[in-house]
């Protein structure tokens, strides 16, 4: 889930990393943007927040999504679940 000033919506993460993740989703956003983040992981109860998101790049219905700000406490939960996920 995503808010901003010019959007909200909910999309699908692909690419998921420390620094950000591809977002699929069909409501339109704008390059440079910025917006807050909740990301719902499928091994936990409650939201990872992303205080704050840049939008970098758009094609089609996808956005490239730069992570630059997370609460300490997120930003461990996101390592601990991409070192649990690592193929």
């Not at 420390?18 to 956003?29: F, K, P, Q, Y």
């Not at 790049?57 to 996920?85: N, T, V």
Request: net charge negative; aromatic share 8%.
């Amino acid at each position: 889930m995503f808010s901003g000033a010019l959007s909200i919506g909910e999309g699908h993460i692909h690419n998921l990393s420390h620094r950000g993740c591809l977002v699929e989703c069909n409501r339109s956003t704008l390059e440079g943007s910025y917006m807050a983040v909740r990301l719902l992981l499928p091994d936990s109860t409650h939201a990872l927040t992303i205080e704050l998101a840049a939008v970098r790049w758009i094609r089609e219905e996808y956005f490239g999504m730069e992570f630059l700000k997370l609460p300490s406490s997120d930003q461990a939960r996101l390592a601990h679940f991409l070192s649990a996920h690592q193929r």
